[in-house]
């Protein structure tokens, strides 16, 4: 692989926008009301990450005895603090995802959206992880703090592939049993599934005390289907074909999205889960920042 390709994600003009942003949490995490860092847990819990060779000043007692042993060298244990925030990112990576009537996928709408949200979390030093799923977990990285997490994240999302099909309700709760630790659940997907078992999973998250924000990621022709002549539509997940009429199609397809958006609106609310709808003609970074400044105003 290309050793700069995943730098694409970084654009100087969106992370210059972002040094002034913020993304606190705003609901109770691990018991304590949450800004950046307000924790008494600062400090004192440590995340082991690596072993480095032993250069003189260290501290004795960091000295890995074990690997001494093993090796008749010297190397300390290195640790990271674990930071008053958690965040986990939730890219869905299913077949819906690869679809685009403009120039942007909605997975690499997606792709740059969880890199710019990656790179804020940790600039404020908050841990962040990413987890890439379609109907089952394909890829987990844990949330950690360090400035090169950026990069190791930033690589498997130059990687991705869109997947098969989407079951984001089993999908959800695999995933919230696995969070042991209170935090910030980020998802970023089309949710085109049925929104009974998304929304269960959803509700999931919140039972186990995190905080949840959905960008539900949406391509303009999904939102106004184009007139067209009659045509055969095929599904991007299962295949499946189905012959259209268009006049009648496009009325009835419009009123019942409507009623799909909607029920997400409506049950998000209630549920205290931020719902953010993003059209892909929308610059990501416009649609980031003015979410940010929204809900710092709401804090």
């Not at 040094?19 to 819990?45: D, I, N, Q, R």
């Not at 990576?93 to 709408?109: D, V």
């Not at 695999?174 to 599934?193: H, N, P, Y």
């Not at 067209?228 to 599904?235: A, E, G, R, Y």
Request: a positive charge; proline letters at 5%; charged letters at 30%.
């Amino acid at each position: 692989m290309d050793a700069e390709s995943y730098r694409r994600f970084l654009i100087p003009g969106v992370l210059s926008k972002l040094k002034g942003m913020e993304l606190k949490a705003k609901l109770v995490v691990e018991g304590f009301l949450t800004g950046l860092h307000h924790s008494p847990y600062k400090g004192f819990s440590v995340e082991f990450v690596e072993h480095r060779p032993y250069m003189p000043g260290d501290e004795i007692k960091r000295i890995d005895w074990k690997i001494f042993g093993k090796t008749d060298r010297f190397y300390i244990k290195e640790f990271e603090e674990e930071t008053n925030l958690k965040a986990y990112i939730f890219l869905d990576a299913s077949g819906s995802m690869r679809y685009t009537s403009t120039k942007l996928t909605k997975l690499e709408y997606g792709s740059y959206l969880s890199a710019s949200l990656v790179y804020l979390l940790l600039r404020q030093k908050d841990s962040v992880g990413l987890c890439i799923f379609d109907n089952k977990i394909r890829k987990y990285i844990a949330p950690k703090s360090s400035p090169r997490h950026l990069h190791i994240i930033l690589k498997e999302l130059d990687e991705i592939k869109p997947g098969g099909e989407t079951d984001l309700g089993s999908t959800f709760h695999q995933i919230a049993e696995r969070i042991k630790r209170r935090g910030l659940i980020i998802i970023i997907s089309d949710l085109f599934d049925e929104p009974s078992r998304v929304l269960l999973g959803l509700k999931h998250f919140r039972h186990r005390k995190n905080e949840v924000i959905v960008f539900h990621i949406l391509d303009p022709a999904e939102i106004h289907l184009p007139s067209v002549q009659p045509c055969i539509l095929k599904d991007l997940e299962s295949k499946e074909e189905l012959q259209i009429e268009p006049k009648t199609a496009v009325l009835e397809y419009e009123k019942n999205f409507k009623v799909f958006v909607e029920r997400y609106r409506r049950e998000c609310r209630e549920n205290l889960i931020d719902y953010i709808p993003l059209n892909t003609l929308t610059p990501f970074d416009y649609a980031l920042l003015s979410y940010l400044g929204k809900r710092k105003r709401l804090f």
